[in-house]
C-alpha cells in the first residue's frame, strides 16, 4: 500500500501517535532523530535483540525489550505505529512483512528537509533523510531508505526494501530493483535498470543495466561478483515484485 503525496506533502503525515522503532543501532538513531525533527508522532522507545542493551537509553530513548516481543510490548505500551530502523535490507522487508502479520501499522519516517514532488508516491515504512530530493512521478516502495542527499530524478521507481545511499544521483526513468544497494555517492544514468539485490560500489557510475544480485564498482560501472547461482535460480529468486 502506498501513499500519494499531495500538494501539502501528506506523505510525510502519519495518523500514528506512539510508535516503537525496531533496531536501536547508528540506522535507528537517525530514524530516531527524523521522527523527532518531523514532530507528527510520539517516538516510545527501540526494540533490538541484543538483549545487553534492554534497559537502557539510546539518545533519550528506551531499549524496552527485543523485537520477538513486539506484540506484547506494542500492546503494553499503547504504541499502534511501528518504523524498522534496520541498515541490512533482506532484515528490513522480512521485519516489515511481520509487523504486517501481526496487524500493526508500518509507518514512515521523512524529513522536513527532505523534498517531495507532489505526485510523488511514497511506500510504508520508508526512511527519507534530510536533503533527499524525490522528483515528480517516482514511485518509492515499502522498505527503502533514500538516505541524506541523494537525487531519484523523475518517474523512477525504487523497488521495496532499496537502500540508496547518502549523496546518490539516480537519473530519470531508472528502475531500481527490490533489494537492490546503492552505495554512498554512486550515479545511475537514465533509464537503466539496477537488478534486484544488486550492490553499486561507492563512487561507482553505472551507465548500463546490472544483472540481478550481482556487484558493480567504478566508472564505468564494471562487475566484481556476479550472482553465485544459474540463471534460473537467479529468477526463482526474485522478490515479488522487482
Ligand atoms: C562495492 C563494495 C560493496 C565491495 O565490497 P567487497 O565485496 O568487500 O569487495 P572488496 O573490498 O573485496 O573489493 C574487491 C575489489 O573491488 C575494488 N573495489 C571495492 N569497492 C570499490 C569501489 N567502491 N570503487 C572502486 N573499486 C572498488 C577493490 O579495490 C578490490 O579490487 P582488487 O580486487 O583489484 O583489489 C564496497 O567496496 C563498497 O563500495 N561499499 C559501499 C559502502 C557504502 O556506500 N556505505 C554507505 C552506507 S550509508
Not at 156 to 165: A, D, K, L, N, P
Not at 173 to 197: D, H, M, N, Q, W
Not at 201 to 227: F, H, N, Q
Amino acid at each position: 500500500m502506498t501513499t500519494r503525496a499531495t500538494l501539502d506533502n501528506s506523505a510525510r503525515k502519519t495518523a500514528t501517535d506512539r510508535v516503537l522503532i525496531l533496531g536501536a543501532g547508528g540506522h535507528a538513531r537517525v530514524v530516531l532523530d527524523i521522527l523527532q525533527q518531523a514532530g507528527l508522532c510520539e517516538p516510545v522507545g527501540f526494540l533490538d535483540n541484543n538483549a545487553d542493551i534492554h534497559g537502557r537509553r539510546v539518545d533519550g530513548l528506551p531499549v524496552i525489550g527485543g523485537i520477538d516481543a513486539l506484540a506484547d510490548i506494542a500492546k503494553r505500551e499503547h504504541a499502534d505505529g511501528v518504523i524498522v530502523a534496520i541498515g541490512d535490507n533482506g532484515a528490513r522487508r522480512g521485519l516489515a512483512r511481520q509487523v504486517d502479520q501481526i496487524g500493526l501499522k508500518l509507518i514512515s519516517a521523512i524529513h522536513p528537509a527532505a523534498t517531495l514532488a507532489h505526485n510523488a508516491t511514497i511506500g510504508r515504512n520508508v526512511v527519507i533523510a534530510a536533503g533527499a530530493i524525490v522528483c515528480a512521478n517516482c514511485q518509492i516502495g515499502d522498505s527503502v531508505i533514500l538516505n541524506t542527499g541523494c537525487i531519484v530524478d523523475y518517474q523512477t521507481m525504487v523497488g521495496e526494501g532499496s537502500h540508496i545511499c547518502p549523496g546518490v544521483r539516480v537519473a530519470g526513468r531508472a528502475k531500481v530493483e527490490a533489494g537492490a544497494f546503492l552505495g554512498i555517492g554512486s550515479t545511475v544514468v537514465p533509464g537503466v535498470t539496477i537488478g534486484y539485490e544488486s550492490v553499486i560500489g561507492a563512487g561507482a557510475v553505472v551507465i548500463e543495466d546490472v544483472s540481478p544480485m550481482a556487484t558493480v564498482v567504478g566508472i564505468p560501472a564494471t562487475p566484481i561478483k556476479l550472482a553465485n547461482a544459474s540463471e534460473e535460480e537467479v529468477a526463482m529468486l526474485a522478490p515479488a515484485g522487482a
